[in-house]
C-alpha cells in the first residue's frame, strides 16, 4: 500500500505542483486539505475541491478554522493593537500558525506517514510549518518540493504543463493569500526596493469616492456593532472589511526582517484590521491608566514578533494573552471613523469609561481635584532628586 501524505492545499500554483510531484515522483496517495480561516467563500471552496480531485487526490477536506483563529489569535492582536513595524497587521504571520496548527491536526486524525507544504526555501511561511510540525507532530516527516527542488514559478508551470495540467502563466504573476485579518499580494514589483503594485494587482478596486462615517461599538476589547448593529467579532471584522476596502483603506507595502534574517517586501489590503486597531487604540488611550498602556504596548510589541516567527506555541504567549485580555475589562464604547478613498479618521469616542471625565476637571483649563498650591508642592517634590543633582554637580 501506498504510504499517505498530507498536503496543505490552497490551489494555487505551488500546491498544485506538489499534488503532481508527490504522486508521480515520490509515488504517495495524497491527501490534501484546505484550512479556511475566513478567506474563501463557498464558491471559491468547492472549486478548489474540483482541482484538487482533478489533480489526482485520494481525498480532500476542508477545515474551518475562521472562528478559532479569532478567539485563539486574532483577539490578541486587537487587544495588543498589534502592527509589525508600526505597519502590517500580522495578516499572514497569524494566518500560518492557525493553519499549521489544524493540518498538524488533520495528520494525526487521518494517520499520515507524511506532511508537505508547499514553502520556498527564501521566506517566512517555511519556518512557521516546519516548527509547528516539529512541535505537534514530531515523528512525521515533512516533505517540502518547491524548496527543496529551487523551482521558480516558471518551472513549476512547465512542469504542470508537461503532465497535462493548464496553468494560467499571466494568473500567477501574483501570488494572493486572503484571510480573515487582510489579503497579502506578492509579485515581481514587491521583490525589489523601489516598485510598487500597480492598480490591477491589488484584489479590491477602488469604487467609493465620496466619505462615509461609522460607528464602531467595542464590548471589552471585541468589536460587537456596526452602527448600532450588534454582530458577533468574526461578522463585524467581515463587514467592516467589505464596507472599507472599497474605499482603498488599508493599503501598503511591508517591509521587514524574515525570520532566516533577510529583508522582504510584501502588499496588502487590511481595512478592517487597521481601522479596528486605531479605533481599538483610541479607545484604550482614554480608558487605560498610562502604566498599563506602557506594559501593553511592550508585551504587545513581543507577542506580535514571537507570533510572526511562528511561535504561538511557546507557553509565554498564553501567558502573555492572560494580561492583555485582563487590561480589557473597561474597554468598551463606541468609536466614530471616518472613511475617505485611501484614508481613514478616528474622529472621537464615548465610553462611560472615559477618564478624560469632565468631573475632575478640563485638560489646560481648570481642575476640580487639587489646588494651585497642591501643584507647586507636587512639583517641588517630583523634581526634587533631579534638583539636588544639578545642585551637587552644578561646578560641572
Known amino acids: 500500500m501506498k504510504k499517505k501524505v498530507v498536503l496543505a492545499f490552497s490551489g494555487g500554483l505551488d500546491t498544485s505542483f506538489c499534488c503532481i510531484y508527490l504522486a508521480r515522483e515520490r509515488g504517495l496517495e495524497v491527501h490534501s486539505v484546505i484550512v479556511n480561516t475566513g478567506g474563501f467563500s463557498d464558491e471559491e471552496l468547492q ?20 472562528e478559532n483563529y479569532y478567539q485563539s489569535c486574532i483577539r490578541y492582536l486587537v487587544f495588543g493593537n498589534v502592527l509589525k513595524n508600526a505597519t502590517y497587521p ?23 506517514d507524511y506532511v508537505a507544504h508547499g514553502s520556498t ?41 508537461e503532465h497535462g495540467v493548464e496553468f494560467n502563466a499571466e494568473k500567477a504573476k501574483y501570488s494572493i493569500n486572503k484571510g480573515l485579518w487582510g489579503t497579502s499580494v506578492g509579485g515581481k514589483e514587491t521583490l525589489t526596493s523601489h516598485d510598487t503594485l500597480p492598480e490591477e494587482a491589488w484584489p479590491t478596486q477602488v469604487t467609493e469616492t465620496g466619505s462615509r462615517r461609522l460607528e464602531l461599538t467595542f464590548s471589552k476589547g471585541e468589536l460587537v456593532a456596526i452602527d448600532g448593529e450588534e454582530m458577533a467579532p468574526v461578522r463585524a471584522i467581515q463587514k467592516l472589511q467589505a464596507l472599507a476596502q472599497p474605499f482603498g483603506v488599508g493599503r501598503d507595502i511591508h517591509v521587514g526582517d524574515t525570520i532566516i534574517g533577510i529583508k522582504g517586501r510584501v502588499g496588502f489590503e487590511a481595512a478592517a484590521p487597521l481601522v479596528i486597531i486605531k479605533a481599538h487604540h483610541t479607545l484604550e488611550k482614554h480608558t487605560l491608566t498610562k502604566w498599563q498602556l506602557s506594559w501593553k504596548e511592550q508585551l504587545a510589541s513581543f507577542y506580535g514578533n514571537w507570533l510572526h516567527e511562528g511561535q504561538f506555541h511557546d507557553p509565554v504567549m498564553r501567558d502573555i494573552e492572560a494580561f492583555l485580555s485582563s487590561t480589557q475589562e473597561v474597554v468598551s464604547g463606541k468609536v466614530f471613523v471616518e472613511l475617505q478613498p485611501y484614508r481613514f479618521q478616528v474622529i472621537g469616542i464615548e465610553s462611560d469609561h472615559d477618564l478624560m471625565s469632565n468631573k475632575f476637571g478640563s485638560y489646560g483649563e481648570m481642575n476640580n481635584a487639587w489646588s494651585g498650591e497642591d501643584v507647586k508642592g507636587f512639583s517641588k517634590i517630583f523634581g526634587n532628586q533631579v534638583i539636588i543633582w544639578h545642585k551637587v554637580n552644578q561646578e560641572d
Open 90 to 112: 500580522l495578516s499572514v504571520s497569524a494566518e500560518r500558525v492557525s493553519q499549521a496548527t489544524a493540518i498538524a491536526n488533520y495528520v494525526k486524525k487521518i494517520g499520515a
Open 47 to 66: 472549486e478548489i475541491e474540483k482541482r484538487a480531485y482533478a489533480l489526482g487526490v485520494a481525498s480532500h477536506a476542508v477545515v474551518d478554522e475562521t
Open 121 to 161: 526555501g527564501a521566506g517566512n511561511d517555511q519556518v512557521r510549518f516546519d516548527m509547528i510540525f516539529n512541535i505537534l507532530i514530531p515523528g512525521v516527516e515533512i516533505i517540502t518540493p518547491i524548496r527543496d527542488l529551487k523551482l521558480s514559478r516558471e518551472a513549476e508551470i512547465s512542469y504542470l504543463h
